[in-house]
């Protein structure tokens, strides 16, 4: 995981280092992004994840029911 987050590019890895300590909306606030700029962000990381091959045998699907 490390491995692939040094690699994201800085306004990507920014946000994704703060979500190991920080709720959504606290990013947010530190950050001054929106909240769709860092769920986009989000989307954006997991996509690098799956292509990297860490990913979880659950889909989103599976985990919300």
Do not use: M, N, Q
């Amino acid at each position: 995981v490390r491995r692939v987050v040094a690699g994201f590019p800085p306004p990507i890895k920014e946000i994704v280092e703060l979500l190991t300590d920080y709720s959504i909306p606290e990013v947010c606030e530190k950050t001054g992004r929106s909240r769709s700029h860092v769920y986009r962000t989000l989307g954006v990381a997991r996509d690098h994840f799956i292509r990297s091959g860490l990913h979880s045998t659950k889909t989103r699907r599976s985990v919300r029911r």
